[in-house]
Structure formats: structure tokens, C-alpha cells
């Protein structure tokens, strides 16, 4: 039950008929895990933090850098050389102090993630490496947790979400292989702030969704910030995916 400063904090929220009271409970409720703390998590922990998520569990551990701040919004000058993880950590207690904030300045592995991904009712995959989305997908198959993951090099963006509960939802590994080759990191060819943005705010509104219990199409977003426009690719599940064929029941 909702005391009345907690309903006039998501007073606008609720009264969207998809939300409601129904979604701020389950939003109370839910255990998000965001894997990453650089451009993708700034909007996409602050708009779950200000819509009310139950408990975030922040990993990363990186540092804040001087070259970080045009694009990780969440943070402040003056937190340049603390761990990230702790830093978003302390601007989302600042918005919303009744969110259970965890920070956690850990460089993730397949064991962790297990018992993490274990734990949480939904995973945001703000990573920038192909080792670590694979590893994260594989928790979250053999979890079935849903996975919203998102990307952005240059003035190019993508955003998918494997909804991983339902048996006919593809995973990670069935749009992108389970190799590990391709990274291009930002400090290698850039990347625009605003675009990074788009992204993890697109994250945030499907992490909202999800929780609140409406359902989202297994599509792959493309984002060209040049034009401004989007390329919508189905996705399909792999029946040879070497991570999650057998793992969940047939369609």
C-alpha cells in the first residue's frame, strides 16, 4: 500500500491506464539488474529509479572519466575518478530516495551473473563488450529472465529485448551468434551523447513495460542518427541456437 507522498510522487504515472495502481506494485516490486553504468545506464537508471522500480542492482567497475560526462548524463563533474557504479548510485538516491539502490563495482562473470540474474525480475544489458552480452544472455536464458538490451557506437543505435519467460521469444545469441569478435569501443570511434540517450531511454520504457505486464514484439530497433530514423527487423528464434536450443520447451 501506497502512504499519500508516495502517490502524489507517481501521481502522473498512475493515472495512465497501462500503469495504474496494479503497475506501481508490480514496479514496487520488481529486482532490475543493470549491467553496465556508462551512456546506456544514465537515462535508463533514472527513469527507473524516478518511476518508482523496487530495487536496482548497479555493475560495473569502471571509473568516471573526464571524456564520460558529454554522454553518462547521470553523473557530476565533481564525481570524476569514483567507482561508476557508486556514483550512479548516489545521483539516483538523490532523485529517489525510496528505491533499494545497489552498487555493486564488480567486473561480471559467468559466476556472478548466475547468482545475480537469479535474483532479478528483469536484466538491462548496458554493456559495450561481446563477451559480456553473451554471458549475461546465457544467464537469462537459463533464468528466463527477460533481457533489454541496448548499443550505440558513432551515431548508430540498436535495441532489442529478448523476452526470455516466453517459449517463442529468440535470445541474444539467435540474432548475433554466441562469438565474441567485433567490439569497437567509443574510445576507438565515438560516439554522439544524445544518441546514446535515445537508447537507454528506449530501455527504460521497455523495462516499464515489461514489468507492469504488458507484452513487447521480439523486434531488433534500428537507430540512424543522421536521419533520425528507425529500421524495425523481425527477430526469429534460432532452433540450432547453440545457447538456448533445448533449453526451453519447443514452439
Known amino acids: 500500500m501506497f502512504n499519500d507522498e508516495q502517490l ?6 498512475l493515472m495512465v491506464s497501462e500503469v495504474d495502481l496494479a ?13 553496465g553504468c556508462g551512456g546506456l545506464a544514465s537515462p535508463a537508471a533514472l527513469y527507473l529509479a524516478g518511476a518508482g522500480a523496487g530495487r536496482l542492482v548497479l555493475a560495473d567497475d569502471d571509473v568516471v572519466e573526464v571524456s564520460n560526462l558529454h554522454r553518462q548524463v547521470a553523473f557530476r563533474g565533481g564525481q570524476v575518478n569514483q567507482p561508476k557504479a557508486e556514483a550512479l548510485r548516489d545521483q539516483l538516491q538523490l532523485l529517489n530516495p525510496e528505491v533499494d539502490i ?5 567486473r561480471v562473470d559467468a559466476p ?3 547468482r545475480a540474474v537469479a535474483d532479478a525480475s528483469l536484466v538491462l544489458d ?3 563488450n561481446f563477451a559480456t552480452r553473451q554471458a549475461i544472455n546465457r544467464a537469462c536464458v537459463a533464468h528466463r529472465v527477460p533481457l533489454v538490451s541496448g548499443a550505440a557506437i558513432r551515431m548508430d543505435g540498436q535495441f532489442a529485448v529478448f523476452d526470455l519467460r516466453e517459449p517463442e521469444s529468440p535470445c541474444y545469441a539467435c540474432v548475433y551468434g554466441d562469438g565474441v569478435d567485433g567490439d569497437l569501443a ?6 554522439v551523447g544524445p ?3 535515445v537508447i537507454g531511454t528506449l530501455q527504460a520504457q521497455a523495462a516499464l513495460q515489461l514489468i507492469t505486464g504488458q507484452s513487447l514484439p521480439p523486434s531488433l530497433q534500428l537507430f540512424d542518427g543522421r ?3 528507425w529500421r524495425n527487423l523481425v527477430m526469429r528464434r534460432d532452433p540450432g541456437c547453440p545457447v538456448c536450443a533445448g533449453s526451453r520447451p519447443a514452439d
Do not use: H, P
Not at 502524489?8 to 504515472?13: D, H, K, L, T, W
Open 23 to 35: 503497475g506501481q506494485e508490480a514496479l514496487a516490486a520488481a529486482r532490475v539488474l543493470i549491467v
Open 126 to 128: 548496458c554493456t559495450d
Open 186 to 191: 567509443c574510445n576507438q570511434a565515438g560516439i
Open 102 to 106: 545497489r552498487a555493486e563495482v564488480v
Open 112 to 114: 556472478w551473473l548466475e
Open 195 to 197: 544518441v546514446v540517450g
Open 8 to 13: 502524489e510522487r507517481y501521481s502522473r504515472q
Open 227 to 229: 536521419t533520425l530514423q
